[in-house]
C-alpha cells in the first residue's frame, strides 16, 4: 500500500527558510518520478516541482525558480523541497505526489500525500 | 505554458443526475489530461488519466473524454458523497497546469 507524508511545514517569517520532506512507503521508491503540488488557503491546486526518478532532471514553476530547490534522497525514500527567501504568498498546503508510472517524467499523478502546512508571516 | 480552462466554476445538480465538467487547453495536449477530485479538508484524490483512462479503484460512474484541447469529465449519476471540487490537468508538457476547479454541490 502506498504511503507518502510529508513533514517540515510551519510557521516562518518573511524571507526565511523551510525544508519540506516526504517519507514514503509501499512502492519502489528508485523508479518513480516525485512532484511537489501546493494548495493556498481557499484556492485551487498550482505545481510546484518535479524531479525524475534518478535525480538527474528536475523542473520548477516560474513563481518559485530561483528560490525551492527540489531533491531525492533514494536510499531514505524521501523527497524533499527546500525553501529560501519564502514569501507571504508562498503561504499553502504543500502536498507530495507521485508518477504514475515508473521511469516516467510526464505519466500523470498517481498517489498523493495529505500535505503540509506552510505559512509565512509578513 | 499551457493554460486550462474549466467550466463551469460551480454548479448544483441532484442525486441521480448527470453531470459533465469541461476543460480546454490553451494549445493541443493530446491525451495528456487528468482529473482529480477533492473534498474539503482532504488530499486530492486521481481519478482519470490519459484524458479517459480511471484510475484502480475508482467507479466506473466516472468516465472522461477528449483529445487535443476539448476534454469531458461525466459522472453519470450524481451521488451525495460526489460533492467535491474537481480539477482537470495537463501534463503534456512542463510547467504542469492545473484547471482553476469545479465545485459540485448537491440540490
Known amino acids: 500500500q502506498v504511503q507518502m507524508v510529508e513533514s517540515g511545514g510551519g510557521v516562518v517569517q518573511t524571507g526565511g527558510s523551510l525544508r519540506l520532506a516526504c517519507t514514503t512507503s509501499?512502492?519502489?521508491?528508485?523508479?518513480?518520478?516525485m512532484h511537489w503540488v501546493r494548495q493556498a488557503p481557499g484556492k485551487g491546486l498550482e505545481w510546484v516541482a518535479f524531479?525524475?526518478?534518478?535525480?538527474?532532471?528536475?523542473y520548477t514553476a516560474d513563481s518559485v525558480k530561483g528560490r525551492f530547490t527540489i531533491s531525492r534522497d533514494n536510499s531514505e525514500n524521501a523527497v524533499y523541497l527546500q525553501m529560501n527567501n519564502l514569501r507571504p504568498e508562498d503561504t499553502a498546503l504543500y502536498y507530495c505526489?507521485?508518477?504514475?508510472?515508473?521511469?516516467?517524467?510526464?505519466?500523470?499523478?498517481?498517489?498523493w500525500g495529505l500535505g503540509t502546512l506552510v505559512t509565512v508571516s509578513s | 505554458d499551457i493554460q486550462m480552462t474549466q467550466s463551469p466554476s460551480s454548479l448544483s445538480a441532484s442525486v441521480g443526475d448527470r453531470v459533465t465538467i469541461t476543460c480546454r487547453a490553451s494549445?493541443?495536449?493530446?491525451?495528456?489530461l487528468a482529473w482529480f477530485q477533492q473534498k474539503p479538508g482532504k488530499a486530492p484524490k486521481s481519478l482519470i488519466y490519459?484524458?479517459?483512462s480511471l484510475q484502480s479503484g475508482v467507479p466506473s460512474k466516472f468516465s472522461g473524454s477528449g483529445y487535443g484541447t476539448d476534454f469531458t469529465l461525466t459522472i453519470s449519476s450524481l451521488q451525495p458523497e460526489d460533492s467535491a471540487t474537481y480539477y482537470c490537468?495537463?501534463?503534456?508538457?512542463?510547467?504542469?497546469?492545473f484547471g482553476g476547479g469545479t465545485k459540485v454541490e448537491i440540490k
Open positions: 505526489a507521485k508518477e504514475n508510472w515508473a521511469f516516467a517524467n510526464n505519466g500523470g499523478f498517481g498517489s
Open positions: 509501499g512502492f519502489m521508491f528508485n523508479t518513480f518520478g
Open positions: 524531479i525524475h526518478f534518478d535525480g538527474t532532471k528536475d
Open positions: 494549445q493541443g495536449i493530446r491525451n495528456y
Open positions: 490519459a484524458a479517459s
Open positions: 490537468q495537463q501534463y503534456e508538457s512542463y510547467p504542469l497546469s
